[in-house]
């Protein structure tokens, strides 16, 4: 890369029309040199090993800011919305996603000629191959204290409460990117080795950014520029209107009706390692051979071939620009699919990276049911609902202590008692983690009237 610290602003003016208004409008930083060298080295060990994919299942928990709207009140988006946009992502990180029946039947088939790209990377029809990552997505069941979420996936934060500024009042997207980043971030970030945290929300109409991510940290290296990627950083902004899919799930708040997912799809990307298509530069490298070079980031639906000879070295000739890959600039229904080299750097850094290696190993995924364990049938919890005392019922003097969190995972009670009363409680849900002596732990859910 032949500049280490240029920060991607914007360029375009959407001036495109309803088409574009669904455009990926990414400001994430771009890796360094030292930070790629780092990651080529991995790879190369990988491939040296001859390393197959492994499967990872990475826990996410969306932080949704809002200002007290009603859920489903925008910015403060229904976790249909949310769900809707889990199930774009394991599409997409599959190779199954939407419209990938467009790519056409001749794609890039001369070019991988051209530049002896492995049989490895190419379909049974000769073409790049639309690639399997093997890493699919979860909404976290429980929060860091393995509390069981009343809305897996999902915290919702007031910022008003929180005493924060309203995100749609800074008018450049430098602004915008500090707030996240020295406000919102160390202030509600989940453990970064758990959790893929997104934080959702509002903007100022004026600004074209629609998502930001943090690439990868590597052992011992700052990575990026201005302020490496951390424990109190690490994850994803991204506009609400941009999340989710429109075809999923039609009720949610969105900026179009084109809106597919495909923002967080390509933010994750970076998150993951990757670098845009063009490698934000004309004709620059994304250090994936079987991606074609790219002059700059394409716009709208683009019709195959585009810009065949944009790039001469190494050259793109005679079938022209990857327009469909999800690191591209793309209108979201145009873009369809990752190449078998990003699969290996995306593979790589989530074996290596101190902040990805451990995804999916902590049982964020999973909540026990009350089916899961027989004895639990003899314990008894009355009544539910209630407007003060709740009982607990153990014959056989199971228990070892009892735990109460508000919904929100603020712990506020700690008692070997199984008599406990809410009386002077606000009226919701509350969370009684029990405590048993066979090594159990089970969560009820308590009404408070």
Known sequence: MKSNFLFIILFFQITFGQAQESQVFCTSDIPSDVWEDALQL???????????ATAYQIPVIFHIIHGGENVGVFPNIAAQQVNSQITVLNQDYAGTGLN???????????????????????????????ANSEIQFCLAQVNAAGVPLAEPGIERINYIERG????????????????????????????ATKYLNIWVTDKSASLSAR??????PL???????????????????????????????PAGIYVNTEVSGRLLTHEIGHWLGLRHIWGDGNCFSDFCNDTPSQADPSVGNPIYPQGVGSCSSPSNAPDGEMFMNFMDYTANPSMYMFTTDQVTRMQTAMA?????NQMGTHGICSSLSNSDYSFLKDIKIYPNPTFDVINIEDKDNQIIKIEVYTILGQKILETAQTSISLQNKSSGIYLFKIYFKNDVTQVFNILKK
Not at 168 to 174: D, S
Not at 211 to 216: I, N, S, V
């Open 211 to 216: 998502g930001f991510a943090t690439p990868p």
């Open 164 to 191: 924060w500024q309203n995100p749609n009042v800074f008018a450049t997207t430098q602004t915008l990117r500090d707030f996240i980043d020295d406000i919102v971030k160390p202030q509600s970030i989940w453990d």
């Open 352 to 356: 290596n990276s101190p902040q990805r």
């Open 42 to 52: 991995l790879i190369a060990n990988r491939d040296a090993s001859r390393s197959t």
């Open 100 to 130: 990938i029946s467009d790519y056409p039947n001749n794609a890039f088939v001369n070019w991988a000629i051209n530049q002896a790209i492995p049989s490895g990377n190419l379909d049974n029809l000769g073409r790049i191959k639309i």
């Open 219 to 249: 052992s011992g290296l700052t990575g990026i520029p201005v302020s490496a990627t951390n424990s109190l950083n690490d994850g994803v902004w991204c506009y609400a209107m941009s999340v989710g899919s429109y075809q999923v799930y």
